[in-house]
């Protein structure tokens, strides 16, 4: 059993930053893509960035692409969330997931079949 535990999360300042964690327990975390996601209260949870299982490719979101970076770190069973920039509207619960798919890039949440239990993050403005 994958289990996915973030952390990272609190509030900042607009304009500020955060870098979010998420650590995979078991085996096989190379092999699979990983993919950050987040959920605003009232709003349906919203693909961020995935990154490819031995991280030479990423996609972004258009809202998040430039302020945000994902990178991966296989030999420790975790994936990364650099949020630069941030503004109030990035305000919501931030999630993690690994994909089911494979190594590749994924920007469905249907491609992901293990996720962690989110970590929250707001932006003050």
């Known amino acids: 059993q994958v289990q996915l535990v973030e952390s990272g999360g609190g509030t900042v300042q607009a304009g500020g930053s955060l870098r979010l964690s998420c650590v995979a327990s078991?085996?096989?975390?190379?092999?699979?893509?990983m993919g950050w996601f987040r959920q605003a209260p009232g709003k349906e949870r919203e693909f961020l960035a995935s990154i490819s299982s031995r991280g030479a490719y990423t996609i972004y979101a258009d809202p998040v692409k430039g302020r945000f970076a994902i990178s991966r770190d296989n030999d420790k069973n975790a994936v990364y969330l650099q949020m630069n920039n941030l503004k109030p509207e990035d305000t919501a619960v931030y999630f993690c997931?690994?994909?089911?798919?494979?190594?590749?890039?994924?920007?469905?949440?249907?491609?992901?079949?293990?996720w962690g239990q989110g970590t929250q993050v707001t932006v003050t403005s």
């Open positions: 078991g085996r096989s975390f190379s092999s699979y893509a």
């Open positions: 997931a690994r994909s089911k798919v494979g190594p590749v890039v994924q920007r469905t949440e249907y491609d992901y079949n293990y």
